[in-house]
């Protein structure tokens, strides 16, 4: 068959047409998956809503919240994005036998007062995105602004997991700066995730701030260590004590005495202990010291379900005496 000039001029036609209409469609295709971000000022001063003996609140945030973010662009409104923080064992460790039990977000209802909202809790995945979802909690919130506390039907027992992801997911509406942050500075891959145009990112570099949100965790009560009776006048002797209300598990101290002419005193003891009774306390000593000069003594104990403490002193050292201490 012969195909003629002008045959082939409606086909070109045709394809350049087809090239465009494609083209065109890719463009707003890839225009309307993209979502971008918001801040305004907006102050909010207040206190999150745990409170109640035996909880306590796990975040990062520090601070007055400053400003709130929305997002606008994209396919929307409305416009569905997740702000989340991630707890790991650096917080977790000191509620062994605790359950996470609550979410506390701070809401910015100022643009639109009705929000729509889920609270999605996660397990361990890596450090740039979480795993598997654990449990989750619907809510509704109608107010000019504050914080919303939202319970869990279903505890997260603490022990059970390395990690754990906290989010918000919202649904919101342009324009609609919702989520309140920090001033900063974010605590690097922990205090700023969100997920926006279907991937995990922090707010980083451009944001540099922490969500307004934490975990409200329970349990019978955690340790707290205290040093005291640093004393002389041979070696030095101290004790750790449990002045909390649970027992510590796994307790870990270290003593170093460092000093004396030319630095020749340097001696460190260490010491574990498996249970530390609520009340009672670990005696700790140097043992036998000699020299001349100044000393500093640095005393740390932590536990497992305790926070690190350090105490430092110092004193003098005559021969086998270790005097004036303060």
Same mark, same amino acid.
């Given at each position: 068959?012969?195909?003629?000039?002008?045959?082939?001029?409606?086909?070109?036609?045709?394809?350049?047409?087809?090239?465009?209409?494609?083209?065109?469609?890719?463009?707003?295709?890839?225009?309307?998956?993209?979502?971008?971000?918001?801040?305004?000022?907006?102050?909010?001063?207040?206190?999150?809503?745990?409170?109640?003996?035996?909880?306590?609140?796990?975040?990062?945030? %520090?601070?007055?919240?400053?400003?709130?973010?929305?997002?606008?662009?994209?396919?929307?409104?409305?416009?569905?994005?997740?702000?989340?923080?991630?707890?790991?064992?650096?917080?977790?460790?000191?509620?062994?036998?605790?359950?996470?039990?609550?979410?506390?977000?701070?809401?910015?209802?100022?643009?639109?007062?009705?929000?729509?909202?889920?609270?999605?809790?996660?397990?361990?995945?890596?450090?740039?995105?979480?795993?598997?979802?654990?449990?989750?909690?619907?809510?509704?919130?109608?107010?000019?602004?504050?914080?919303?506390?939202?319970?869990?039907?279903?505890?997260?027992?603490?022990?059970?997991?390395?990690? %754990?992801?906290?989010?918000?997911?919202?649904?919101?509406?342009?324009?609609?700066?919702?989520?309140?942050?920090?001033?900063?500075?974010?605590?690097?891959?922990?205090?700023?995730?969100?997920?926006?145009?279907?991937?995990?990112?922090?707010?980083?570099?451009?944001?540099?701030?922490?969500?307004?949100?934490?975990?409200?965790?329970?349990?019978?009560?955690?340790?707290?260590?205290?040093?005291?009776?640093?004393?002389?006048?041979?070696?030095?002797?101290?004790?750790?004590?449990?002045?909390?209300?649970?027992?510590?598990?796994?307790?870990?101290?270290?003593?170093?005495?460092?000093?004396?002419?030319?630095?020749?005193?340097?001696?460190?003891?260490?010491?574990?202990?498996?249970?530390?009774?609520?009340?009672?306390?670990?005696?700790?000593?140097?043992?036998?010291?000699?020299?001349?000069?100044?000393?500093?003594?640095?005393?740390?104990?932590?536990?497992?379900?305790?926070?690190?403490?350090?105490?430092?002193?110092?004193?003098?050292?005559?021969?086998?005496?270790?005097?004036?201490?303060?």
């Amino acid at each position: 068959m012969k195909i003629g000039k002008k045959t082939l001029s409606k086909a070109g036609v045709l394809l350049i047409a087809a090239f465009f209409v494609i083209s065109s469609s890719a463009v707003i295709a890839d225009t309307a998956e993209k979502t971008t971000l918001s801040v305004i000022e907006n102050t909010f001063i207040g206190s999150s809503p745990q409170g109640e003996r035996g909880e306590e609140e796990i975040s990062y945030y %520090i601070g007055d919240l400053t400003s709130a973010v929305g997002i606008s662009g994209g396919s929307g409104p409305p416009f569905y994005w997740k702000s989340a923080i991630r707890l790991t064992q650096d917080e977790l460790a000191a509620y062994a036998g605790w359950d996470l039990i609550a979410v506390v977000v701070a809401h910015s209802g100022d643009e639109e007062p009705e929000h729509w909202g889920e609270i999605i809790i996660y397990g361990e995945g890596t450090s740039t995105e979480p795993g598997t979802q654990i449990t989750n909690e619907s809510y509704y919130f109608d107010e000019p602004a504050g914080w919303e506390r939202v319970d869990l039907t279903t505890p997260v027992p603490i022990e059970d997991h390395d990690e %754990i992801w906290v989010a918000c997911s919202w649904e919101s509406w342009e324009p609609d700066h919702c989520a309140y942050i920090d001033a900063g500075p974010a605590v690097d891959e922990k205090g700023d995730w969100i997920y926006l145009n279907n991937i995990w990112q922090e707010l980083q570099p451009s944001i540099d701030s922490n969500w307004g949100m934490g975990a409200i965790v329970e349990g019978e009560g955690k340790a707290e260590l205290a040093i005291l009776n640093v004393k002389g006048p041979i070696g030095v002797k101290a004790e750790v004590k449990n002045i909390g209300d649970a027992d510590a598990n796994n307790l870990e101290y270290t003593m170093n005495v460092t000093g004396g002419i030319l630095g020749l005193i340097d001696k460190t003891i260490d010491g574990t202990k498996t249970l530390l009774g609520s009340g009672t306390a670990e005696s700790i000593s140097s043992g036998l010291i000699f020299g001349f000069g100044k000393i500093v003594i640095e005393i740390t104990a932590n536990a497992a379900n305790a926070n690190e403490i350090t105490e430092t002193k110092e004193g003098l050292v005559l021969g086998i005496l270790v005097i004036g201490i303060k």
